[in-house]
């Protein structure tokens, strides 16, 4: 994979407001099989805020992605857009687009890593046994998959078809209209009254 430093910026920070030290880096990456994406990547080293976004410049229709998590898909590349639902149903592990929702380029690891610290955070806010016990089995289930034992599937549903993964091995397919409807876009729905 490619990558292109196209733009650093110094940028006020949205998060605490302090203006001259945090950083927006546009980065392109070029992705085999695929094709660009732009990447955004804010820091700020002030409040420790961080946000990273991506816009694939190739335009695809809405689409539902599954792939098989195994040994041999762990290196898989996939492109999350800041819209896609992303779900492990065996795990019962599921990421829905929200307002602080973000984008990026990773693979089929990667994608295990981030549920595994989301399932770590959660497991610290639990606080009764049963709650605490479920944390517990899915982080292991996740860990020994990252390991390359045991199989489950992905899947990943995006509206707008900036998402990808990218793989002879994964199954492309419209998303059931039923189940579009049900899919949180991440967008906040602004009242005007
Ligand atoms: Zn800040």
């Known amino acids: 994979m490619n ?3 196209l733009a650093e910026m110094i940028i006020k920070c949205p998060a605490c407001g302090i203006e001259g030290v945090a950083k927006s880096i546009m980065k392109e990456l070029d992705i085999p099989h695929f094709g660009k994406v732009l990447e955004t990547t804010i820091q700020c080293p002030s409040c420790g805020f ?3 976004d991506v816009i694939t410049l190739e335009q695809n229709d809405p689409a539902k992605y599954v792939i098989e998590i195994n ?3 762990l290196s898989v590349r996939v ?3 800041q819209s896609a639902t992303i779900e492990i149903p065996e795990l019962g592990v599921k990421v ?6 973000e984008g990026y380029v990773t693979n089929v690891e990667g994608v295990l890593t981030r549920f595994e610290d989301a399932v770590k955070k959660a497991l610290n806010l639990f606080e009764d046994a049963q709650s605490q016990e479920n944390a517990k089995v899915t982080l292991n289930n996740i860990q020994e998959l990252k390991k390359g034992n045991g199989t489950a599937t ?3 549903l995006d509206p707008f078809g900036q998402s990808n993964i990218v793989s002879e091995n994964v199954e492309v397919s419209e998303i059931p209209e039923e189940e579009l409807r049900e899919l949180k876009t991440g967008f906040a729905h ?3 009254n």
């Open 154 to 156: 992905l899947i990943m």
């Open 79 to 81: 492109v999350r857009s």
């Open 96 to 101: 829905e687009p929200g307002p602080k929702s």
């Open 3 to 5: 990558e292109e430093n």
């Open 190 to 192: 602004i009242e005007d």
């Open 71 to 73: 040994k041999n898909n």
């Open 50 to 52: 961080r946000h990273s």
